[in-house]
């Protein structure tokens, strides 16, 4: 929680931001109007004042106002709106960059700052131009009009850099420029709406939306998710891990016709029977059974969450039974047909249902009590069988068991996953020991194709902006229970993770976990010495992901494409060796953690990066063109690599960029590994040239694609070598 003096300070910054911006529209009366509002008695001149009226604080991560009853009631209210705009504009985009949408935006503003009407600010006008944010003004008197963008410094967007006036007030990382419109003519008002990314009504099933069960987002993003592993609508057999009633997201994704539902927790499931199953779907009104066993008020977070918690449900069977009858009947079952059973000792329903479009069939669904991390406990079950889909959704703590490897329940669903067949999972867990959710994806045990689901970052976007409340305690928070990953099986069967990339994923997931978040913002030392000592400032304000279009390479259809990194290490002193490995794993965790699914980082040294490199290429079919070969010179030179080379077309082959260590190089010399590698990223995709001090790295261009780094020597303490790393790693995880 910030102090109060420092969070005055930023108030009162954002005040000089709404006045100085306001002034700059050539309207002086106009703008001190705007702000203080006619024959008002109150002043912002005194802080002493102020502080008696008003209080922004931090509440449980959250930024929030208080004030007093007697300003409430009056106008002064509405007419400092556009200060705390600009507060909580610096705030938001300082603290989760400029990937949030408008729309995230102002609902962040709205729920962090409910005590205050914005009624007279037209907050609903904001909205977003390329990386900046854009708030239009109309002064008092209705005769000018205006735009503020806000924007980070580092992004330098063009949509801010051109023939628009100077910034007005810059905050850190944050800037705000005012420009004029003029006068306001009918068609100069500039409003963008967030686009409607509503499917057509064939396409789109309303059911389980008019039943209050799922927002449309969650229903479009399943069937999005059904395009890809049953797009023909094949009776597929599905393991659904950790399932609890969830029927509808199941079904949506996968349109099975045979399920099985493995659930352990909270001992919900340890008691549920036949005999349940049957009260409910066998009695005489089902509807009278839910309405008496099932808390609707409790069980309503699902529609905008896309999943029940399960403190939804207590040890009473009859609570999970009612949410499957529930489930059911939001999808359009007729709770009159359903028919219980058993098999192989396992309650088991039956019943009629069709996917959107399609004709009814008969669906089965087993119940299965136990622990899906368990896979003894229901080994009779899956004897003998193969199952197409393996389904997880919200699996809580589930996914941590990604990092034993073959030891893991993953790998023996996937000795039951028929070739071909699909894992559909949310990999984002919880963790009671932080109070935080955690992406666990990289540490998935097998190395699979991953498979983007149609429309992500439509359908996706509008997911989001459901979630957004649960952004002040973490970015990985707002898609646990929704976000899946989808893998395909190999017909040929698939290749596991190495044991150096489990290592090293499971050791940066570990860390991550225990150490304590660093706010790069602040400057504080002896992180800003350690900053400034080791050329990394510059590096901090180069956002690689927006930077670098490699990363986002594209073909010539407009599709994205695999980006694939080796990287040798050879080449690094001996001693610093040890030093240098956690920022080594923090660059290949970051690679999905970030959200950047295409770029592939290979570790491995010697000509054995060369047969992983080729492995890879092949296997994710990647042009050459978008492989980066980081090593030492001696080694890339072998004939080992020359298969990723084209000398009859260059242009055509890797990129490949040589280390040169020089003869007299000492062993505590400062490597500037981080810096050479954003270097030969940029070079690779004809990137815009790294601003670092060149003076401290030779580059010789060898061709094309392919260029030589020779680091200058710059000797330190091996004590501090280790900082710097380590405080790399931490800059790099928060850039």
């Not at 997201?249 to 001992?267: D, I, Q």
């Not at 902006?465 to 099986?489: A, C, M, N, T």
């Not at 073909?555 to 240098?580: C, F, L």
């Not at 303490?717 to 790393?725: P, V």
Request: with cysteine.
């Amino acid at each position: 929680m910030g102090t109060y003096s420092s969070t005055f300070r930023r108030w009162s910054r954002a005040v000089a931001a709404g006045v100085i911006c306001l002034f700059m529209f050539n309207n002086v009366p106009d703008a001190m109007q705007g702000i203080m509002g006619p024959k008002s008695n109150h002043t912002l001149a005194a802080p002493s004042r102020f502080h008696t009226t008003v209080r922004i604080e931090e509440r449980y991560g959250r930024i929030v106002a208080t004030q007093r009853e007697e300003i409430q009631k009056s106008r002064f209210q509405n007419r400092v709106a556009a200060s705390y705009l600009s507060f909580f504009m610096e705030h938001f985009l300082t603290r989760y960059g400029s990937n949030i949408s408008a729309d995230g935006l102002k609902r962040l503003i709205k729920e962090s700052f409910s005590n205050i009407d914005f009624t007279g600010s037209n907050i609903e006008e904001l909205y977003k131009e390329g990386d900046t944010f854009c708030f239009p003004y109309i002064s008092e008197n209705k005769s000018r009009e205006g735009i503020l963008r806000y924007y980070l410094a580092h992004d330098r967007p063009l949509e801010a850099m051109g023939n628009i006036p100077r910034p007005v007030v810059s905050d850190g990382e944050v800037m705000v420029i005012s420009e004029s419109l003029g006068e306001i003519s009918p068609l100069a008002k500039r409003r963008i709406r967030f686009p409607d990314f509503s499917e057509s009504e064939k396409q789109f099933d309303r059911r389980p939306v008019d039943a209050g069960l799922l927002h449309k987002a969650h229903v479009k993003y399943d069937m999005a998710v059904k395009r890809v592993v049953n797009p023909d609508d094949k009776p597929l057999r599905a393991l659904y891990g950790a399932a609890g009633a969830d029927v509808s997201n199941f079904l949506l994704s996968t349109n099975a016709s045979e399920g099985y539902f493995v659930s352990f927790y909270r001992g919900v499931f340890r008691q549920l029977s036949e005999k349940h199953l049957k009260r409910c779907f066998q009695g005489k009104d089902p509807d009278k059974y839910i309405k008496k066993h099932l808390d609707r008020d409790r069980y309503k977070g699902k529609f905008l969450g896309g999943f029940a918690n399960s403190a939804t449900f207590d040890s009473n069977p009859r609570t999970i039974v009612a949410a499957l009858a529930f489930e059911l009947r939001s999808m359009g079952v007729d709770l009159r047909t359903v028919q219980v059973d058993s098999d192989h000792g396992y309650p088991r329903i039956t019943f009629r249902w069709g996917y959107k479009g399609a004709e009814e069939q008969i669906r089965a669904i087993t119940f299965v009590n136990a622990d899906v991390r368990r896979p003894e406990e229901y080994q009779d079950l899956l004897e003998g069988k193969e199952i197409d889909v393996y389904y997880q959704r919200a699996g809580n703590e589930l996914a941590e068991e990604y990092s034993k490897g073959k030891d893991g329940y993953i790998y023996v669903m996937n000795s039951h996953l028929k070739p071909g067949g699909y894992f559909i999972t949310d990999d984002y867990v919880y963790s009671p020991k932080r109070k935080c959710y955690f992406d666990r994806g990289p540490l998935f045990p097998l190395r699979l194709d991953e498979i983007e689901v149609p429309g992500s970052e439509q359908i996706g976007e509008e997911c989001l902006r459901l979630r957004l409340p649960w952004l002040p305690q973490s970015v990985e928070s707002v898609y646990y229970g929704w976000h899946v990953r989808i893998r395909q099986k190999p017909f040929v069967g698939g290749a596991p993770a190495s044991a150096q990339e489990k290592a090293d994923l499971a050791a940066e997931a570990a860390d991550e976990e225990e150490a304590p978040s660093v706010d790069i913002s602040r400057g504080e030392k002896p992180v800003q010495d350690l900053i400034d000592t080791a050329d990394i400032q510059t590096y901090k304000a180069y956002d690689i992901r927006k930077r670098a279009p490699g990363i986002q390479a594209y073909d010539e259809k407009g599709q994205k494409q695999n980006v694939i990194i080796g990287i040798d290490t050879s080449w690094v002193p001996g001693m610093q060796e040890s030093a240098i490995q956690g920022l080594l794993n923090k660059i290949r965790y970051l690679s999905y953690k970030k959200g950047l699914g295409h770029i592939v980082v290979i570790r491995q040294n010697g000509e054995k990066l060369a047969e992983e490199l080729l492995e890879e290429v092949g296997r994710r079919k990647t042009p050459l063109s978008n492989v980066i070969v980081f090593g030492d010179q001696k080694v890339l030179d072998a004939e080992a690599f020359d298969l990723l080379r084209t000398p009859e077309a260059e242009e055509n082959g890797a990129f490949f960029a040589k280390i040169a260590l020089p003869e007299d190089f000492p062993e505590n010399s400062y490597v500037r590994f981080l810096e050479m590698l954003t270097m030969a990223m940029n070079l690779a995709f004809e990137g815009p040239w790294v601003s670092l001090d060149t003076s401290l790295i030779d580059v010789v261009r060898e061709g094309n694609r392919t260029f030589r780094f020779i680091p200058k020597a710059e000797p330190f303490e091996m004590e501090e070598l280790k900082e710097m790393y380590e405080e790399q790693k931490k800059i790099l995880a928060a850039t």
